[in-house]
């Protein structure tokens, strides 16, 4: 790989895991000069990945706000999304939903046990565990971060969603997703999905908090 194309995959990656942002925003976060960054996004721009828009401020000129295009998405990984919807169909087609569902609760828990496994060790600070868990999601290319929230919640984030085409078929694979985070982080935690996809978010991310223990009576 040419230095030139680490240069723009670098641009791409800062407009994908932080959203639209002016080249001096992209240029301080990968330590180059707006210049340099300005140049890779027109170059982008001609081929159709990025796009900008020129927003008016309060005083001064209009700012020049940068974003991916739809088809920079293929720069980035799904794993196998035509065939996956194929599967899917071919399932309900042959089990119905019910059969579906059950497909969906047994990948579920084998995703469970793995990532149960993988946390052990870890400790029992929410901190701790929401990092590894983030640590998980990178690998399978959901390009996850976290982050400390106010009142000692955590933000996980994920910016890419390697099975979006999959998802958007069927939407239950959200709904496990969500239910794996609850299971693996345990019963004191809560985890609300504050950003979404499919619903025309770009990213999916999760407030997640640890919740008081239960009085005895």
Request: aromatic share 4%; glycine share 6%; net charge positive.
């Amino acid at each position: 790989m040419t230095d030139e194309v680490k240069a723009k995959e670098g641009v791409l990656y800062q407009l994908k895991t932080r959203g639209p942002q002016t080249a001096a925003q992209v240029a301080k976060r990968l330590g180059v000069t707006p210049m340099a960054v300005r140049q890779h996004l027109y170059r982008l721009a001609e081929v159709g990945e990025v796009a900008y828009s020129d927003e008016r401020r309060k005083v001064g000129r209009p700012t020049r706000v940068w974003r991916l295009t739809e088809a920079a998405a293929a720069r980035f990984p799904n794993s196998h999304g035509d065939l996956t919807i194929e599967i899917i169909s071919a399932v309900r087609a042959a089990f119905g939903e019910s059969g579906m569902e059950r497909l969906l609760a047994e990948r579920t828990r084998r995703q469970l046990d793995d990532y149960r496994k993988r946390l052990r060790g870890v400790g029992k600070s929410l901190a701790a565990r929401v990092q590894a868990l983030a640590a998980i999601r990178r690998e399978q290319g959901y390009m996850a971060e976290c982050s400390k929230m106010a009142r000692g919640a955590m933000l996980l984030a994920e910016n890419h969603c390697p099975i979006c085409a999959a998802a958007a078929t069927c939407q239950g694979l959200c709904r496990e997703e969500l239910n794996l985070f609850r299971e693996v982080l345990g019963p004191r935690v809560s985890v609300e999905r504050i950003d979404h996809i499919l619903a025309g978010a770009r990213r999916c991310a999760y407030r997640i908090e640890s919740t008081p223990a239960r009085k005895s009576k």
